[in-house]
Nanobody, 122 residues
Framework: QVRLVESGGGLVQAGKSLKLSCVAFGRTFNDGIQGWFRQAPGKAREFVAGINFRGSPVSADSVRDRFASSRDEDGTVHLLMENLKPEDTAVYYC?????????????????WGQGTQVTVSS
């Protein structure tokens, strides 16, 4: 059974950095897509960063200068968030799926983590 487990969320002051991690149990996804999404109250889930099926990191335009995704050799993915702002407050999810799928679309992902809360205080 495949399971994704996120860690690293919490409360942080604006301007600080935070690093999230996501470990996959049950299989690896180095041949597929690994994405980070966030969802704030009352808003749709949105893509922030991830690793495409070619193994290249990609970040959303809105956070490109502050957020970056990376992957360890064991398949663990990370989301480094710098210069955090109060509007970055949300539940952050990692998601993974095998094969060459659309990195940016939530529906492309088969597996999701439980989410980790990130709260940025002003």
């Amino acid at each position: 059974q495949v399971r994704l487990v996120e860690s690293g969320g919490g409360l942080v002051q604006a301007g600080k950095s935070l690093k999230l991690s996501c470990v996959a149990f049950g299989r690896t996804f180095n041949d597929g897509i690994q994405g980070w999404f966030r969802q704030a109250p009352g808003k749709a889930r949105e893509f922030v960063a991830g690793i495409n099926f070619r193994g290249s990191p990609v970040s959303a335009d809105s956070v490109r200068d502050r957020f970056a995704s990376s992957r360890d050799e064991d398949g663990t993915v990370h989301l480094l968030m710098e210069n955090l702002k109060p509007e970055d407050t949300a539940v952050y999810y990692c998601a993974m799926s095998p094969g060459p799928r659309n990195l940016f679309t939530p529906r492309a992902y088969e597996y999701w983590g439980q989410g980790t809360q990130v709260t940025v205080s002003s």
